[in-house]
């Protein structure tokens, strides 16, 4: 979407196994994973997404060192975001990215500041892969 400078490199993600899950997100979390980011996530998705009812959600690593995760499948999502006058269509990918987005940025306001440093860190990284996501504009106006 954004980055059409060819000398830049794309920001690329990886799923993360399912046997690496736990790892890769104490990796970068800690125990604020389970307790904090993972069901702030879920009640996000909820908020912003009737259709959304819970399920299995894969993680994904990025190359430029952010995580996210998003609700597996290709199932798409219609969004509503009052605060931002969002409205739209997303797909799960998006929607995980927009749900994370949220939860980083409220819980980088937290008064742990490693783990709030953290949340912004991953908030500007993951916020750079969204810029090129093929649905970029969208997730970046459910967020702003």
Not at 82 to 104: C, H, K, Q, R
Not at 111 to 116: I, L, P
Not at 123 to 133: D, Q, R, S, T, Y
Request: glycine residues 6%.
């Amino acid at each position: 979407m954004f980055n059409d400078d060819e000398t830049l490199p794309k920001i690329t993600r990886k799923l993360v196994p399912e046997g690496d899950r736990v790892t890769v997100s104490a990796r970068i979390f800690g125990i604020h994973f389970p307790l904090l980011i993972e069901p702030y996530v879920y009640t996000v998705a909820s908020d912003i997404a009737e259709e959304y009812n819970g399920g299995y959600w894969d993680f994904h690593e990025l190359s430029n060192g952010g995580f996210y995760m998003s609700p597996s499948g290709d199932k798409r999502y219609s969004v509503n975001c009052p605060m931002n006058y969002f409205n739209g269509e997303l797909s799960a990918d998006a929607l995980g990215i927009v749900a994370i987005l949220t939860a980083y940025s409220h819980l980088s306001f937290r008064k742990e500041q490693a783990f709030a440093r953290e949340c912004a860190r991953q908030f500007h990284l993951l916020k750079a892969f969204a810029c090129e996501h093929d649905e970029g504009t969208a997730i970046l106006s459910a967020i702003d």
